[in-house]
């Protein structure tokens, strides 16, 4: 006979009730471990061509800003993406200080964007 699986309930409910100074280290590490995973998976679903969503990035009004995949690079063993922008996210960059230059802008690539920091969104 087989465990019965312990739902996320049951999880947060230990943690708050039932653990120790010392299980927070473990937990921590779980949480980290799986938080990278996760982004490994999505990073490996962006390509050349995809259509994608920043997330993640400082400034925070970096965050948001969608486009398509123009090119990917490795740079120092971080994959490094060239995101060609749509005209909203060039507006919406052109209303900040550091790129106003943007303002009235019809194409802007923005180079450099971690590949774990994007994405992929549907085709509406």
């Known amino acids: 006979m087989s465990e019965p699986a312990i739902s996320i309930t049951d999880v947060v409910r230990w943690i708050q009730e039932s ?59 971080k994959r490094l993406a060239t995101v060609s922008l749509d005209a909203d996210s060039i507006s919406k960059l052109g209303t900040t200080q550091r790129y106003g230059h943007l303002w009235g802008q019809e194409k802007h690539d923005f180079a450099g964007i971690p590949v774990h920091c994007l994405t992929v969104v549907d085709e509406d």
């Not at 995973?37 to 400082?58: C, F, I, W, Y």
């Not at 400034?59 to 969608?66: V, W």
């Open 19 to 77: 653990s120790s100074e010392g299980d927070f280290d473990v937990i921590l590490k779980a949480i980290n471990t799986r938080a990278r995973a996760l982004l490994d998976q999505a990073a490996a679903n962006v390509r050349t061509g995809s259509r994608v969503r920043t997330h993640s990035l400082k400034p925070k009004y970096l965050n948001g800003l969608t486009g398509t995949v123009k090119t990917i690079e490795t740079e120092r063993g």
